[in-house]
C-alpha cells in the first residue's frame, strides 16, 4: 500500500504493503452491521447513519465503496473475515470526491488507510476524473498528513461545516492525480 519515505517530494506517493496484508473488496449490504459499528465508534453523534450508506450503495453509477477485510483476522482482536476499514468515492464527470474514509481503531498505523484511498484514486482516474476533492475535520491531523502524502494540498475552509460539534472542515484537493498515480506505479492502467 501506501506509505512516505524520508527522500519523498510533497505529493509523491510511495507504494509499500500493508502489514498485515488485507483484501479490498466492493461494500455490500451484508457489511453494513460491521461498518456502522466502527462509523459510531470512531465517529460519535457524527456517524453516518446506515440508510446513508444505503443510499450510496444504491448510486453505483457515481459511487464506488470498499470495505478492508482481514481475512487472517490479524487486526489485534479482529476475528478472521472482518471489516477493518472503509471507504467510499463518488466520481462524476469532472470531478472526484472522498466521502468517507475509516480504520477500525485498533487496526490504524498499519497502512489499511492509505491502501483504501490509493484504491479509490486508482478507481476516480480510471472511470474518469483527474481531479479529486475531499474534507476533512480541521482537527485531525493524521488524516490530514495521510492525505497530503497523495498529493492532497488544502483549498479552503467550510467553517462549521461537521455538526453538531461545529467543526471546521478543511477542504483538500490533488489535481492531475493520472501522473501521479502512473508515477508512482508503473501498473497503474492511468
Ligand atoms: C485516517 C485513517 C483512515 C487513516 O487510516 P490508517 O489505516 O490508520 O492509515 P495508515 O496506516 O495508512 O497511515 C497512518 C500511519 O501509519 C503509518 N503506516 C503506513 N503504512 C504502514 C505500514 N505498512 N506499516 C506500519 N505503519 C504504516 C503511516 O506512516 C502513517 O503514519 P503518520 O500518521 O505518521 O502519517 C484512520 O486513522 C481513521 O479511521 N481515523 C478515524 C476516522 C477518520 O478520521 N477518518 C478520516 C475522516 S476525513
Do not use: K
Not at 66 to 73: Q, Y
Amino acid at each position: 500500500m501506501t506509505s512516505a519515505s524520508g527522500d519523498d517530494q510533497p505529493g509523491d506517493i510511495t507504494i509499500t504493503p500493508a502489514r498485515p496484508p488485507v483484501t479490498l473488496t466492493p461494500l455490500r449490504w451484508w457489511h453494513l452491521e460491521q461498518v456502522d459499528a466502527i462509523e459510531r465508534a470512531l465517529f460519535g453523534v457524527e456517524a453516518w447513519s446506515v440508510g446513508l450508506f444505503w443510499s450510496e450503495l444504491s448510486l453505483p453509477d457515481s459511487r464506488y465503496y470498499l470495505v478492508a477485510m482481514d481475512p487472517a483476522g490479524a487486526g489485534q482482536g479482529a476475528a478472521p473475515d472482518t471489516v477493518v476499514g472503509y471507504a467510499g468515492l463518488c466520481a462524476y464527470p469532472g470531478d472526484g470526491y472522498i466521502q468517507t474514509i475509516a480504520v477500525r481503531r485498533d487496526c490504524q498505523g498499519q497502512g489499511i488507510g492509505a491502501g483504501l484511498l490509493l484504491a479509490l484514486l486508482r478507481e476516480s482516474v480510471r472511470r474518469g476524473p483527474d481531479t479529486v476533492w475531499l474534507e476533512v475535520r480541521a482537527d485531525n491531523p493524521g488524516a490530514q498528513r495521510l492525505y497530503a502524502r497523495f498529493g492532497f494540498t488544502p483549498a479552503g475552509i467550510r467553517r462549521g461545516y461537521y455538526q453538531p460539534s461545529g467543526t471546521d472542515a478543511v477542504v483538500m484537493v490533488v489535481r492531475d492525480l493520472r501522473r501521479r498515480l502512473a508515477a508512482a506505479d508503473p501498473g497503474t492502467s492511468a
